[in-house]
């Protein structure tokens, strides 16, 4: 069973700073492009930003480029999301996945392991 486990979530005002780290087991990780999804209330779960396995190539939803960003450090198999300049509308749970591919994805289909999700709360 390949386990994917997020943390850093938390309240936080708008304009403030998190940072979401997600860890995987070390025989997934090394071969893993990794992806953060969220999902708020009523809404359906989407892509925030990718990885591939080097960390050499990144993707990002518009609505987060310029503020977020992805990085992992393969030596801890942790894949980080850094969120800076939050807004109320980044309120939602946040969730870690693994892609066992060396290119990463941007559709929730791309990925086959997921975390159990992280909630992220921003006030105004």
């Known amino acids: 069973q390949v386990q994917v486990v997020e943390s850093g979530g938390g309240l936080v005002q708008a304009g403030g700073s998190l940072r979401l780290s997600c860890s995987a087991s070390r025989r997934t990780f090394s071969s893993s492009a990794m992806g953060w999804f969220r999902q708020a209330p009523g809404k359906e779960r989407d892509f925030v930003a990718g990885i591939n396995w080097t960390g050499g190539v990144t993707a990002y939803a518009d609505s987060v480029k310029g503020r977020f960003t992805i990085s992992r450090d393969n030596a801890e198999n942790t894949v980080y999301l850094q969120m800076n300049s939050l807004k109320p509308e980044d309120t939602a749970v946040y969730y870690c996945?693994?892609?066992?591919?060396?290119?990463?994805?941007?559709?929730?289909?791309?990925?086959?392991?997921w975390g159990q999700g992280t909630q992220v709360t921003v006030s105004s």
């Open positions: 996945a693994a892609r066992v591919a060396s290119g990463l994805g941007v559709a929730q289909n791309d990925y086959n392991y």
